[in-house]
């Protein structure tokens, strides 16, 4: 871990709050993630319960040995093959993984550099990253990552480590503070179907693969991608919005698709239905590719806090503050 790398981080002049990120920030919020977790034994009122629940297998088995049935066994476990070969019954003996992969895809394209409400898609985005990677550690879990922007890719092979949490952090935020409104980078659309191969290198099988973005870009070798990932392991999403793609009101609003910017009016009725109705599809076409492949699309808004937000989904009352 280069420490000085996060001392130039701490000591970087101050960014405008919201727009961008920060390592203290992130380091804090190991602290607000001890009573949810994304795995198996969801309160019933949780979005991963249900019909999502056999598709969230928790860690995985080890086989231990073969031996004598005795009496209290579990039948399901029976070897019957052995059984009949013996004579006598036998019993499959299997022990939990002590711990599970963990792995974050974590978008900082210049597609999530927009907010009108309290911070960016990109900090969001960023905040998201940082409780799934303490909450891995705290359960014992490894923990890896993909973060890219539109233009570099950095992977981390999941470790049960409190120094590969920071090095991932780091990463993010050093991404986080590379966007900017006036950037001469090109949007790279392409550059979500390489993080979701390159997820698929990663967690082979039996892992928690966490995809936090906007999806932009998203195309049919997206859709064939996460179903890869589907296959051997468990896929959640979670879709950094803002209040304005559904309620964009009937100001004057700044937009840009990180090349172009303008000013649009939405004093317009038609130039607000027309918004809404993008997102609205948009949305619609990521939870349709998901539900074919059981898995669940966590809405988390720029406004207000996430942790909260995610103790909404999993059925568990907000922190009091």
């Known amino acids: 871990m280069d420490w000085r790398r996060i001392a130039r981080i701490r000591a970087a002049p101050t960014r405008p709050p919201g727009a961008y990120t920060n390592l203290e920030e992130l380091i804090r919020m190991q602290f607000k993630v001890s ?5 198996p034994s969801q309160p019933v009122t949780s979005i991963l319960s249900g019909r999502y629940a056999s598709r969230l297998r928790g860690r995985g088995l080890n086989f231990e040995e073969l031996r004598h049935y005795q009496p209290g066994d579990d039948i399901r476990t029976i070897d019957w093959k052995v059984t009949a070969r013996t004579r006598s019954p036998h019993v499959r003996v299997y022990s939990e993984e002590r711990d599970r992969s963990v792995l974050l895809v974590v978008d900082q394209r210049l597609n999530m550099f927009f907010g ?21 550690v705290d359960v014992g879990d490894r923990i890896g990552a993909i973060v890219f922007n539109d233009e570099e890719m950095i992977e981390f092979t999941p470790r049960n480590s409190h120094l590969n949490v920071m090095s991932i952090l780091s990463a993010v935020v050093r991404l ?24 698929a290198r990663v967690a082979r099988h039996d892992a928690l693969v966490v995809l936090i973005s906007d999806f932009y870009g998203v195309d049919e070798q ?8 589907a296959v051997h392991n468990d896929v959640v ?16 609003i700044t937009v840009s698709d990180g090349t172009l910017q303008m000013e649009i009016d939405f004093g317009d009725a038609s130039k607000r239905k027309k918004m809404v109705e993008d997102y609205r599809d948009e949305v619609q076409r990521i939870t349709h590719f998901l539900r074919k492949i059981s898995a669940p699309l966590l809405m988390i808004s720029n406004e207000g806090e996430v942790g909260d937000q995610l103790r909404r989904y999993l059925g568990i009352r907000p922190r009091l503050s």
Request: without cysteine.
């Open 237 to 252: 999403a979670l879709y950094p919005f803002d209040p304005t793609r559904e309620d964009p009101g009937e100001g004057m």
């Open 116 to 136: 009108t409400r309290q911070k960016f898609k990109s900090v969001t985005a960023a905040e998201i990253a940082a409780i799934g990677a303490w909450r891995a």
């Open 35 to 39: 009573d949810f977790s994304l795995l």
């Open 222 to 229: 997206s859709e064939k991608l996460t179903a890869q990932l």
């Open 176 to 199: 986080n503070h590379r966007l900017s409104a006036d950037s001469a980078v090109t949007p790279d659309q392409s550059m979500l179907n390489r993080a979701l191969g390159r997820a």
